[in-house]
């Protein structure tokens, strides 16, 4: 049971950046985007359902950030639009999986985005 984000960077702002992230080894319910800018608490930047019929997200990212999914490639994708320097964070993708009749979490490595000129 594994996520392995990918896609962080530099950029300018007003850019885009896209991070992926994939599973392996389960099939995830849900999977949401968090960020943790330095010296703040973490946030949720939005989620997305395995069917692709809910999505959610935070304030601060609505209308230029996107979550879609891959099911084929058990991956989701966290697209971002006109990116700002208070988007500049480590984000970081968090999954929840059935086993059984339980349900459990697993989080991915965390990817550093910065947004700076």
């Known amino acids: 049971v594994q996520l392995v984000e990918s896609g962080g960077g530099l950029v300018q702002p007003g850019g885009s950046l896209r991070l992926s992230c994939v599973a392996s080894?389960?099939?995830?319910?849900?999977m949401s985007w968090y960020r943790q800018a330095q010296g703040k608490e973490r946030e949720l930047v939005g989620f997305?359902?395995?069917?692709?019929?809910?999505?959610a997200y935070a304030d601060s990212v609505k209308g230029r950030f996107t979550i879609s999914r891959d099911n084929g490639k058990n991956t989701v994708y966290l697209q971002m639009n006109s990116l700002k320097p208070d988007d500049t964070a480590v984000y970081s993708c968090?999954?929840?999986?059935?086993?059984?009749?339980?349900?459990?979490?697993?989080w991915g490595q965390g990817t550093q985005v910065t947004v700076s000129s």
């Open positions: 997305i359902t395995m069917s692709g019929s809910s999505t």
């Open positions: 968090n999954a929840l999986y059935w086993i059984g009749n339980l349900m459990r979490n697993v």
């Open positions: 080894g389960f099939t995830f319910e849900r």
